[in-house]
């Protein structure tokens, strides 16, 4: 049986299983210097050891999946930081840094997620090239994250239903299971739940579009906490398969993260046992949240 089975194996019997937490803000956290146009997505080609050791960390702090560097890694990203001709090299070592982790760790049934976005390059006039080139630049990520060896694809910060929609079909394209991870926040004047960089767009209408590609799970990730069980809401109106939430604390100013007002570990896990009352099976951290906040969240286990 493989890895993936065997999550949703736990899953049918009602287990809680962990994520671990925010990859790119950590390594910042811990001195990896951030590129001010690809943010964390150009550490794998110098601070590869540094990944490797954060995601052996969070495994050892009891994280069932681990999520690669990659978020940031596509062509339009890195090109902009001028290493669009290493897109291959570096996403290949970002996914052998996880995978090395896991066999230092001990821990063979440990998941590893293949991340990718859909972040625009700064320096790019409107921020995205055409459609064609985009969907030219998601396949090429998403075949070399499949060849490197990730267990699924992991969609993160799906906000914009036209772009989401190109890089959710080039991770099908892979044959792999994929992840579909939506980012929540709330509008502070109407309480209006929107996608979180996108406020004038309808986060109904992006689940809408997307969960009918047929996600194996979706998870409300980097989301503001106060969102978090209204979106958890909305999902599940939708989708009856496994949900997750792992979101942010502190807030980007790339290419930066701001550890302000971070949630303390304890009442990160006060909130997410209201998250597996009211259904989620899957916990973990994004931006702003490390290891002390995966370990916290281990009291979850038996929660099911």
Not at 74 to 96: F, K, M, N, S, T
Not at 156 to 176: I, N, S, V, Y
């Amino acid at each position: 049986m493989g890895i993936v089975d065997e999550w949703h194996e736990c899953l049918d019997r009602g287990e809680i299983l962990l994520l671990d937490g925010g990859t790119g803000t950590e390594l910042e956290r811990r001195g990896v210097p951030m590129d001010s146009a690809a943010w964390c997505g150009t550490a794998a080609l110098e601070h590869r050891e540094a990944i490797r050791d954060l995601h052996e960390e969070y495994i050892r702090s009891g994280a069932d999946a681990i999520i690669t560097n990659t978020f940031a890694t596509h062509r339009p990203l890195l090109e902009a930081a001028g290493l669009g001709d290493q897109v291959g090299l570096i996403v290949r070592r970002a996914v052998e840094a996880a995978l090395e982790a896991r066999d230092r760790a001990g821990c063979p049934g440990v998941l590893v997620a293949g991340s990718m976005s859909t972040m625009p390059a700064n320096n790019i006039q409107g921020g995205y090239p055409p459609a064609d080139e985009q969907m030219a630049a998601y396949r090429e990520q998403c075949g070399h994250l499949a060849d490197a060896g990730v267990d699924v694809i992991a969609l993160e910060m799906m906000q914009f239903h036209e772009r989401a929609l190109l890089a959710f079909r080039a991770a099908k394209e892979t044959g792999l299971p994929v992840w579909l991870g939506v980012s929540a926040r709330k509008d502070p004047e109407t309480g209006t739940i929107t996608p979180f960089n996108w406020p004038h767009e309808s986060f109904e209408e992006l689940l809408d579009t997307l969960i009918p590609l047929g996600p194996s799970i979706v998870h409300v990730m980097h989301s503001e906490i106060a969102a978090v069980p209204e979106a958890v809401a909305m999902v599940q109106e939708r989708w009856d398969g496994p949900v997750g939430v792992y979101p942010e604390s502190g807030y980007f100013t790339m290419p930066n993260w701001n550890f302000v007002d971070v949630i303390a570990p304890a009442d990160l896990l006060a909130e997410a046992r209201g998250w597996v009352a009211a259904g989620v099976q899957i916990v973990g951290g994004c931006c702003g949240l490390g290891p002390e906040h995966i370990r916290a969240l281990g009291a979850l286990r038996g929660s099911g």
